[in-house]
C-alpha cells in the first residue's frame, strides 16, 4: 500500500514539473517597471527592477523634434526626466532606453489628451501690469458646449501645488474666459510661470491646454513716464519726465521711449489754417543725454524724417530739441 502511495506521488510530483510553463530568463525581461507621467509637472517618471549601464529619456511631440535627456534619480531610487520646455496638450510619446547586461530594452508610455477636439480653451495670454497684477485671458473653443466652465490653474515652480485663479473675468454669456490675480508677491528676476487650463462639462470630456513656461519679465507691460514737463530756455526745449516703476530689473538696453512731436507749419496762404507735421523719434532708455552738450545729437535726430537711435548712457531721462 505504501509502494502505491509513493507511486501516486511520485506521478503528481512529476506532472506537476512538466506541466509548468518555462519562466523567461531574467536577461529577457525589461528592467523597467512603474512607467508613468505626471502630466502637470511634465515629468517622467520609474523604476528599476536590475542595475543598467547606459539610459536616456525621450519625449515626442506631434509639433517638436524628439528630445532626449539623462535621468535623475531621487533618494527612493526613483528615476525621472522633466521635460518642462514641450507641452502635451496635443498628445505625446515618451520612451525610456536603457541597456542592461549588453541587452537594450526600451519602454513606451503613449500620452493622449482626452476629450472632444476643438472644446478646449484656445488663444491663451498673460501680462502683468502695475508692477504686481496680473491678466490671463483665453477664448472658448469653437466646439465648446454651452455649459463648458474652463479652470486656469498656474504655479511658479514645479516643487510647488497649482493654485487656481482666484478671480475669473466673465463674458457676457456668462463663461470664464479670464483671469485677474491682485497679488503677485516679491519678484525674482527668474520668475517662470506655468499656466494650465482645462474644463469640465455635463455633455463632453474637455481637454486641457498646457504651455512651455512664461518668463515673466517678458510679459510685463510698462506703465507710460510720469511727471512729464517742458522748458524752453530761449535756445531749446528740454522735454523730461521720470522711469515708470517695473517689476523686474532689466538692463538699461532693454526700454525705448518714443516722442512724437507735432511742429505746427503755417502756409503761406494768410486765411489758411496752420497744419502740424509729425515726428517721431525713438530713443533707448540709457539713450537720453543727461548734459547739455548732447542737445546737438538730439536736435539733429529730431530734424530727421525717420525714428532714429541715439547710443548715449544717461541717469536722468530729458530731450532737447
Known amino acids: 500500500m505504501a509502494t502505491t502511495l509513493d507511486l501516486v506521488s511520485f506521478l503528481v510530483l512529476l506532472s506537476s514539473v512538466c506541466c509548468r510553463e518555462p519562466q523567461p530568463a531574467q536577461e529577457n525581461v525589461s528592467p523597467i517597471i512603474n512607467m508613468q507621467l505626471d502630466s502637470r509637472k511634465k515629468m ?14 525621450v519625449i515626442y511631440t506631434p509639433l ?19 521635460f518642462r520646455n514641450h507641452v502635451l496638450h496635443r498628445g505625446a510619446n ?3 532606453n536603457v541597456t542592461c547586461d549588453g541587452n537594450v530594452f ?3 508610455l503613449v500620452f493622449a489628451n482626452p476629450g472632444v477636439e476643438g472644446s478646449g480653451a484656445m488663444n491663451f495670454s498673460c501680462f502683468i501690469y502695475n508692477v504686481r497684477f496680473m491678466n490671463c485671458s483665453w477664448a472658448p473653443g469653437s466646439r465648446a458646449p454651452a455649459d463648458v466652465c474652463y479652470q486656469l490653474f498656474w504655479w511658479a515652480s514645479l516643487h510647488e501645488d497649482e493654485v487656481e485663479c482666484p478671480h475669473y473675468i466673465m463674458n457676457s454669456e456668462g463663461m470664464r474666459v479670464g483671469c485677474h490675480f491682485d497679488q503677485l508677491g516679491e519678484p525674482q528676476n527668474m520668475d517662470n510661470y506655468f499656466f494650465l487650463v482645462n474644463g469640465t462639462s455635463r455633455t463632453a470630456a474637455i481637454p486641457f ?6 518668463q515673466a519679465y517678458k510679459i510685463e507691460k510698462y506703465d507710460p513716464p510720469t511727471n512729464i514737463t517742458i522748458t524752453y530756455n530761449r535756445s531749446h526745449h528740454i522735454i523730461k519726465w521720470d522711469n515708470p516703476e517695473i517689476r523686474y530689473d532689466l538692463s538699461s538696453y532693454v526700454l525705448y521711449y518714443e516722442l512724437d ?17 509729425p515726428q517721431s523719434g525713438i ?3 540709457n539713450a537720453i ?9 538730439l536736435q539733429t535726430c529730431l530734424s530727421t524724417p525717420v525714428p532714429c537711435f541715439c547710443p548715449k548712457r544717461v541717469i536722468d531721462s530729458f530731450i532737447t530739441f
Open 44 to 57: 517622467l517618471s520609474w523604476n528599476y527592477i536590475r542595475n543598467v549601464s547606459e539610459q536616456e529619456c
Open 64 to 82: 517638436g523634434s524628439p528630445t532626449s535627456q539623462p535621468p535623475q534619480v531621487t533618494e527612493d531610487d526613483t528615476h525621472y526626466c522633466i
Open 94 to 96: 515618451l520612451t525610456v
Open 106 to 108: 526600451q519602454e513606451l
Open 209 to 214: 491646454l498646457d504651455f512651455v513656461p512664461f
Open 261 to 277: 512731436i507735432q511742429r505746427a507749419v503755417r502756409s503761406p496762404d494768410p486765411g489758411a489754417r496752420p497744419t502740424n507735421h
Open 283 to 285: 530713443f533707448p532708455w
Open 289 to 297: 543725454p543727461a548734459a547739455d552738450e548732447h542737445a546737438p545729437l
